[in-house]
């Protein structure tokens, strides 16, 4: 399942992004899908998930900050930051697919890895 990030880069805090995930093969509107993100030196988190059922999910960090967002038509997953501190400083990755038992937001949830999208954020 390719999955393809662009739309990082090196912004000022307070600044917003846009990161867009193009899925061949793997449909954005009905698959699972999530944002996680790894910042230097630090485990890969999850950042966010569309819901399947429900409210979309969200690390507690990005709440408010964050928007996740799926377009049918193109295929793509976005994920909108705002706000954006330099604690959001990260490689970013789309993932998606499902391996049961972990939590939504866990990275060991996901099967299909992109090769990521940095976002660098400087004070």
């Known amino acids: 399942v390719p999955l393809m990030e662009s739309g990082g880069g090196s912004v000022r805090a307070g600044r917003s992004l846009r990161l867009s995930c193009a899925a061949t093969?793997?449909?954005?509107?009905?698959?699972?899908l999530a944002w996680l993100r790894q910042p230097p030196g630090k485990e890969r988190e999850g950042v966010a998930s569309?819901?399947?059922?429900?409210?979309?999910n969200y690390a507690d960090s990005v709440k408010g900050r964050a928007v996740i967002s799926r377009d049918s038509t193109k295929n793509i997953l976005y994920l909108e930051m705002h706000s954006l501190k330099p604690e959001d400083a990260a490689m970013y990755y789309c993932a998606a697919g499902s391996i049961s038992g972990f939590p939504i937001l866990s990275p060991l949830r996901y099967k299909y890895w992109g090769q990521g999208t940095q976002v660098t954020v400087s004070s």
């Open positions: 569309p819901a399947e059922i429900g409210a979309t």
């Open positions: 093969n793997f449909s954005v509107r009905t698959g699972l």
